[in-house]
């Protein structure tokens, strides 16, 4: 009954999946890690299955970082785990990035917008 997206007990059926990527740069190496995002946000938002790839950086934290991404489904997301644009970048991560990335896989309850 309702929006075709609910399941039983409210539970989303869409199969969206929303992607949520921490990662922190190292010292001296703010600048390279968020031109290597950069690149890669722009090149996952001409993927197919992408319906939002945001980069942020933290307000408190400037070499702390946040990714956004939103997928039609958790295949897509798969696949541009795949890409070559991310394992490229995924080869460069030593270069820059402080400690192990901290991703985390989310679907969505409440979609405000598309």
């Given amino acids: 009954m309702g929006d075709d997206r609910q399941g039983?007990?409210?539970a989303?059926?869409?199969g969206i999946v929303t992607?949520?990527?921490?990662?922190?740069?190292?010292?001296?190496?703010v600048a390279?890690?968020?031109?290597?995002?950069?690149?890669l946000a722009q090149e996952a938002r001409k993927e197919p299955g992408s319906?939002?790839?945001?980069?942020?950086?933290?307000?408190?934290?400037?070499?702390?970082?946040?990714?956004?991404?939103m997928?039609?489904?958790k295949g897509d997301l798969d696949a541009h785990m795949?890409?070559?644009?991310v394992q490229a970048f995924l080869a460069r991560v030593p270069e820059f990035?402080?400690?192990?990335?901290?991703?985390?896989?989310?679907?969505p309850v409440d979609i405000g917008r598309i």
């Fill in 97 to 107: 990035v402080d400690g192990a990335s901290n991703l985390r896989l989310f679907t």
């Fill in 12 to 14: 989303m059926t869409s």
């Fill in 82 to 85: 795949k890409a070559a644009v």
């Fill in 19 to 29: 992607n949520l990527v921490f990662v922190r740069a190292q010292a001296g190496k």
């Fill in 8 to 10: 039983k007990k409210g």
């Fill in 71 to 73: 997928w039609r489904s």
């Fill in 51 to 69: 319906i939002a790839y945001e980069l942020h950086r933290s307000a408190s934290e400037p070499d702390e970082y946040l990714v956004y991404e």
């Fill in 32 to 39: 390279e890690l968020e031109e290597a995002l950069k690149e």
